[in-house]
C-alpha cells in the first residue's frame, strides 16, 4: 500500500469517515478486497456515489490507461466489505453496464469535474463498479 494510502486511511478511521485536502467534503468509503492472484486483504480509499440503496465506486486510476489494482479484485472476488462513517458493511461488487452506466457516471462527472478530466485522459472506458448489499 502507497504511503498516500495508509495516510488518507489513518486519518479517515482518526476522523469517524472524514479527510480534509483534497477529500474535504467529499463521500468517501474504505473499499476491503482480496487480491485476484495474491489472496492478501487490501484497502483503497475512494470517492463513492450513493446509488439505489448501494454505493458506486470508479475505476478511474486518475486517468491512467490501465484500471487500478482493487478493480481486478472485485472482478475476482465480488464480495467485499467498505468502511463508511464508522460503519462496517458488507457488500457485493457488480460492473455497471449501458444506462446504468451513463446514469451514475455522468452524475459524478457533474458533481466532481475531476472525473471528467480522468475521462479525458485515457482511451479506456472507466468502470463504474455498483457495491449493494451482501445477502
Known amino acids: 500500500m502507497s504511503d498516500w494510502n495508509e495516510k488518507v486511511i489513518a486519518e479517515f478511521r482518526a476522523n469517524g469517515g472524514r479527510v480534509g485536502g483534497q477529500f474535504a467534503g467529499a463521500p468517501l468509503l474504505l473499499l476491503h478486497t482480496v487480491g485476484a492472484r495474491s489472496g492478501q486483504a487490501r484497502v483503497n480509499p475512494m470517492m463513492y456515489q450513493e446509488v439505489d440503496g448501494g454505493y458506486a465506486v470508479f475505476a478511474s486510476k486518475a486517468g491512467a490507461p490501465t484500471n487500478p489494482d482493487w478493480y481486478h479484485n472485485v472482478l475476482a472476488h465480488p464480495r467485499v466489505r467498505a468502511e463508511i462513517g464508522t460503519e462496517t458493511v458488507e457488500l457485493v461488487a457488480r460492473v455497471a453496464a449501458g444506462d446504468e452506466r451513463e446514469r ?3 452524475a459524478q462527472k457533474a458533481a466532481y469535474p475531476g472525473f471528467a478530466d480522468y475521462e479525458r ?11 449493494e448489499p451482501a445477502p
Open 104 to 106: 451514475i457516471w455522468s
Open 121 to 131: 485522459k485515457t482511451d479506456r472506458q472507466i468502470p463504474v463498479v455498483v457495491l
